[in-house]
């Protein structure tokens, strides 16, 4: 069971506070939108689920474990970032198998994995090429593989498609759409995008300034925002 929950969970830079005691219940195969103005502390909170960033207080729970002190291989997370970060030298294949070899998995099972992970993101064709000779769009899906090779029992994204140009951020919504069906994980996904998150989520959550302001479904959230804040945010009619 792959649930997340946040108790009090802080986080300071110092003296300065830039998350404040929030808390939060991520249902497990849940899809969860982090969404929120630049700065209000979206990558700092998913960086912690990561294990990424030391959390100051409070504490994270992955399924039935306390994690906060387990470093980020211990958890069973995947991340996905906004730069794909994929290894130049290495073929698509490559670099989707990397971490399963340094895990010391026999290249039988890699393959394996590999295929599969290929045939869900539609990879197949490009399994021989080189980061250098793929599309943005192409070298995100490479990306969001190597994560799914792994089978997390949680996904973290943190604006995986704010490279892209608007119509490939389109098809690769739904791309995200249907990876989050078929491999029935758990995700929590950072977009400073609303329409992106409204479209995407079973349920949003809206920070500001370290706090979350509301959590809800679309439809909630922009029917009924709790704030002038959110319903500024997410465009809802006043
Ligand atoms: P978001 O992802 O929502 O844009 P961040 O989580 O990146 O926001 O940042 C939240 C706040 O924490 C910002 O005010 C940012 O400047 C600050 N911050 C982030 N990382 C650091 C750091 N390593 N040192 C000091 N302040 C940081
Ligand atoms: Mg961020």
């Known amino acids: 069971?792959?649930?997340?929950?946040l108790k009090n969970l802080v986080k300071k830079y110092g003296q300065l506070e830039v998350v404040h005691s929030i808390g939060l219940d991520v249902n497990d195969r849940e899809f969860i939108a982090l969404v929120g103005p630049s700065g209000c502390g979206k990558s700092t909170t998913l960086r912690m689920i990561a294990g990424l960033e030391d959390i100051t207080s409070g504490e994270i729970r992955?399924?039935?474990?306390?994690?906060?002190?387990?470093?980020p291989r211990q958890r069973n997370i995947s991340m996905v970032f906004q730069s794909y970060a994929l290894y130049p030298h290495m073929t698509v294949a490559e670099n989707m198998g990397f971490s399963l070899k340094i895990a010391g998995r026999t290249q039988p099972e890699i393959d394996a994995a590999v295929a599969e992970a290929a045939r869900i993101l539609s990879l197949g064709e490009l399994l021989d090429r080189r980061p250098s000779q793929l599309s943005g769009g192409q070298r995100q899906r490479v990306?969001?593989?190597?994560?799914?090779?792994?089978?997390p029992d949680v996904f973290l994204f943190d604006e995986p498609l704010s490279n892209l140009d608007a119509k490939l951020r389109m098809q690769m919504r739904t791309e995200i759409k249907k990876l989050h069906a078929q491999v029935q994980s758990t995700v929590i996904y950072v977009t400073h995008d609303q329409v992106e998150a409204m479209t995407l989520a079973d349920r949003i959550v809206i920070m500001r300034d370290g706090h979350i302001e509301q959590v809800g479904t679309p439809d909630e959230v922009f029917r009924?925002?709790?704030?002038?804040?959110?319903?500024?945010?997410?465009g809802s009619p006043t």
């Open 224 to 234: 009924r925002p709790a704030t002038h804040f959110v319903a500024g945010f997410i």
């Open 143 to 151: 990306a969001m593989g190597r994560a799914i090779v792994r089978k």
């Open 1 to 5: 069971m792959a649930t997340v929950s």
């Open 62 to 71: 992955i399924g039935d474990r306390v994690v906060n002190d387990l470093p």
